[in-house]
């Protein structure tokens, strides 16, 4: 990326915390996870959106830098950095589009869930299929 190694990116990463920031963004994981834990009807749509990342480029630079990792991001590396973000200045900020997943589920009825955990699956007994 671009930016990382403007701020001087070529230090160690944490990859951890960058898989776990990341960690639900395919869908088929969400997916099973939430199948997993018992929500029903999962659905994931891709939406994008403009999203602001601060009033003017410099302060796109400050927001970027406030959530990377590593040393402290020197003026002389800011200076690149914002010329980076200032195509992207609008009279409503820095403006750069972004992917999201919008992710809904289901959770089963109570009384269904509860059937099923008491019967082992199966209706009560004075309720069974002929």
């Known amino acids: 990326m671009l930016l990382a190694s403007l701020a001087g990116g070529d230090h160690a990463v944490d990859t951890s915390v ?4 990341a960690s639900l963004s395919d869908p088929e994981r ?11 009807d999962v659905s ?14 410099a302060d796109a630079v ?3 830098v406030s959530r990377t990792q590593g040393p402290p991001v ?21 403006l750069l589009r972004a992917g999201v997943w919008v992710v809904s589920a ?3 009825h109570r009384a269904a869930a509860a059937s099923a ?5 199966r209706p009560p ?3 069974r299929a002929r």
């Open 106 to 108: 289901g959770r089963p």
């Open 18 to 21: 960058a898989r776990s920031m």
């Open 30 to 40: 969400t997916r099973s996870l939430l199948d997993a834990a018992g929500f029903e």
């Open 44 to 57: 994931a749509v891709p939406v994008s959106a403009a999203t602001r990342w601060g009033e003017d480029a």
């Open 74 to 94: 020197t003026d002389r590396r800011r200076a690149p950095m914002t010329d980076v973000f200032r195509p992207y200045e609008t009279p409503e900020g820095v």
């Open 62 to 64: 400050d927001f970027f």
């Open 117 to 121: 955990r008491t019967s082992g699956g």
């Open 125 to 127: 007994a004075g309720r």
